[in-house]
């Protein structure tokens, strides 16, 4: 079977991709490793996407797939390993599927960036996490240090504060690029920032114990990493180009690559707003820039 159209990823903007997909009655399929993307890590509510005062990540990533799934569009659980062309778009899978296709849309968002740091691969999934909403509950009424000072890192604490006894930001840079809004409510919960501070070393015997910074040391029980993403198109890589942090380059009007009939939506190209509402937008607008190319390459069949 050849597709009219590939949707790689399950994250806002893959989702959003297939809703219009549908909607334009291509014949789509929907590939991700898991439905969510970043929404899964997100650890507090949104309060930014219109028509919700206030929604928990985690509904609303339900309510994108709970809708996507009442679509005439066939989802498979995979991970994409390449893609390349040559008169169709050729897909090869985990699994060991082999998919074609007359358009594709990469939607795969990004990947936690890893702190590179000693201890930081020994203790994960013991003491370390990168997942929030996953491992938040663990640490009830345990002392918790956040690394990263940004909009999640901040996002991370306050969500912590319903379980942990003791919050420490850690933030190299000398001030924090977080919104006002959720640093205010930070500090009201008496979550503490230490500026300046370069993680060293995270240490511990079978679980993490303490956190290495500067000259410093604190003791904790457990250690949330949020220092951003980082994209991975390496499976296209013969087919789009590819910017320093890993983005993929787009003409910001169609969203299309460098390769005809192949889009990047979301996180993945290089966007400068990573939203989950300009995920969506880019999703939806992919979709339609890819039926346009189907009509203008192959005609209405």
């Not at 007359?102 to 936690?112: F, W, Y």
């Not at 300046?196 to 003791?219: C, H, R, T």
Request: glycine fraction near 10%.
């Amino acid at each position: 079977m050849i597709y009219d159209l590939i949707i790689i990823g399950g994250g806002s903007a893959g989702i959003t991709a297939g809703i219009y997909a549908a909607r334009q009655k291509m014949k789509t399929l929907l590939l991700t490793k898991s439905f969510g993307g970043q929404m899964v890590h997100k650890s507090v509510d949104i309060e930014n996407y219109p028509g919700f005062d206030k929604i928990s990540s985690l509904e609303l990533i339900q309510r994108f797939e709970n809708q996507l799934k009442s679509k005439e569009i066939e989802i498979q659980t995979d991970k994409v390993l390449s893609l390349t062309k040559d008169d169709y778009f050729n897909i090869s899978t985990e699994s060991g599927k082999e998919y074609q296709s007359k358009a594709v849309i990469i939607a795969t968002g990004a990947e936690h960036r890893r702190l590179n740091v000693k201890g930081e691969k020994e203790f994960l999934g013991k003491g370390i996490s990168y997942c929030t909403t996953c491992d938040g509950p663990l640490f009830s009424n345990k002392k918790v240090v956040v690394i990263g000072g940004g909009e999640a890192g901040f996002e991370t604490a306050v969500f912590l504060s319903k379980y942990a006894s003791e919050i420490i930001i850690l933030e190299h840079s000398n001030l924090s690029k977080a919104s006002k809004e959720i640093q205010d409510k930070a500090f009201e919960l008496g979550i503490k920032l230490i500026t300046n501070a370069e993680v060293k070393e995270i240490k511990g015997s079978n679980f993490v114990e303490e956190v290495l910074y500067n000259n410093e040391s604190i003791k904790a029980d457990g250690v949330f990493i949020q220092i951003g993403y980082i994209p991975d198109a390496s499976f296209a890589k013969d087919l789009v180009d590819i910017n320093e942090r890993g983005e993929i380059l787009i003409n910001f009007e169609t969203l299309e690559t460098k390769t005809p009939g192949l889009f990047a939506a979301g996180d993945i190209n290089v966007g400068k707003v990573k939203q989950i509402i300009t995920a969506c937008g880019e999703g939806a607008q992919a979709a339609m820039y890819a039926y346009n190319y189907l009509i203008k390459e192959y005609g209405n069949n």
